[in-house]
Nanobody, 121 residues
């Protein structure tokens, strides 16, 4: 069994900073990519940032230069540092981890429960 648990988030004023963390645990043989998506009310879920097992990153244009994704491989954890937050960054942020439970198993994308980030003007 695999669990993906997010922490962080909350309420911040525009221009402020927040950090999110996400840890995968359980029966894990290997983790490929980990990353963050977000979903604002009435909108589709969108990619924020992703980092591979070789620390290659892909960051959405809308947050590039403001958000930084990093990873602790030993702790199966991914972090998202969010600076210069804007009102339009308000959303529920979801973490994912692409995991194999054995070395012969298929990759499965596991999701966290989501954490609310609210940026006030």
């Amino acid at each position: 069994q695999v669990q993906v648990v997010e922490s962080g988030g909350g309420l911040v004023q525009a221009g402020g900073s927040l950090g999110l963390s996400c840890q995968a645990s359980g029966t894990i043989a290997s983790i490929n990519a980990m990353g963050w998506y977000r979903q604002a009310p009435g909108k589709q879920r969108e990619l924020v940032a992703v980092i591979t097992n070789t620390d290659t990153t892909n960051v959405a244009t809308s947050v590039k230069g403001r958000f930084t994704i990093s990873r602790d491989h030993a702790e199966n954890t991914v972090h998202l540092r969010m600076n210069s937050l804007k009102v339009e960054d308000t959303a529920v942020y979801y973490c994912h981890a692409d995991i194999r439970t054995t070395m012969r198993a298929s990759w499965i994308r596991y999701w966290g429960q989501g954490t609310q980030v609210t940026v006030s003007s």
